[in-house]
Structure formats: C-alpha cells, structure tokens
Nanobody
Framework: QLQASGGGLVQAGGSLRLSCAAS????????IGWFRQAPGKEREGVSC????????YYADSVKGRFTISSDNAKNTVYLQMNSLKPEDTAVYYC?????????????WGQGTQVTVSS
C-alpha cells in the first residue's frame, strides 16, 4: 500500500513537500517513483529513487527544482518541490516498481493534488 500526501495550493515560486508512505511490501525491493497527471494529459514520470542504492532520476522539466529522498527506516519517500511553476499543477502519484517509465510501476497510491497559481 502506498499513501501519498502533502499536496496543496501554492503560489508560483513556492514550495511543497510530498510524502509517500509505503507498507505491506519489502521497501528495498523496489524503486519508488513520483508521477503526475494534468487534466487532459498523459501521466508522466517526475522522479524516482532506488530504495536499495539511492540512485535517482529526474525528468528534465523538474531538474534543479525537485529533490527526491528516501527514509528507509520509515519506508517513506519524499519529493521536495521548490520554485514551483503553474505548469507543475497536476495530481501527483507515488508508485512502486522499476525504471523510470509509468509502465514499469505496478503498485500505485492515491493521488495528491498540487495546484500552483500564477
């Protein structure tokens, strides 16, 4: 089970931190990814982290602004989002799986809405 939280409404240039709490599976066996889906658009990968070795991936659109981290003791992954832009507005989902593509992830949490006003 994956539980995402931390979304909200923020002005452009602001920050939010999303959390993804995992339970019911061996955390270290999977990568944890953050994905987002804006209205009328396909779900896209934002960032992911390997729970076992800490390797990270960021989409070009968020590099330098978002930071993913993992607290393995708490089975929780965080996504620190800084310098938010209106185009970051979407429902953000966390998922467990492999790789950087949506297709590699089979376990999904519910989404959390992020809205960035201009």
């Amino acid at each position: 089970q994956l539980q995402a939280s931390g979304g909200g409404l923020v002005q452009a240039g602001g920050s939010l931190r999303l959390s993804c709490a995992a339970s019911g599976f061996t955390f270290d066996d999977y990568a944890i990814g953050w994905f987002r889906q804006a209205p009328g658009k396909e779900r896209e990968g934002v960032s992911c982290i390997s729970s076992s070795d800490g390797n990270t991936y960021y989409a070009d659109s968020v590099k330098g602004r978002f930071t993913i981290s993992s607290d393995n003791a708490k089975n929780t992954v965080y996504l620190q989002m800084n310098s938010l832009k209106p185009e970051d507005t979407a429902v953000y989902y966390c998922a467990a799986g492999y790789g950087t593509k949506v297709e590699g992830y089979g376990y999904w949490g519910q989404g959390t809405q992020v809205t960035v006003s201009s």
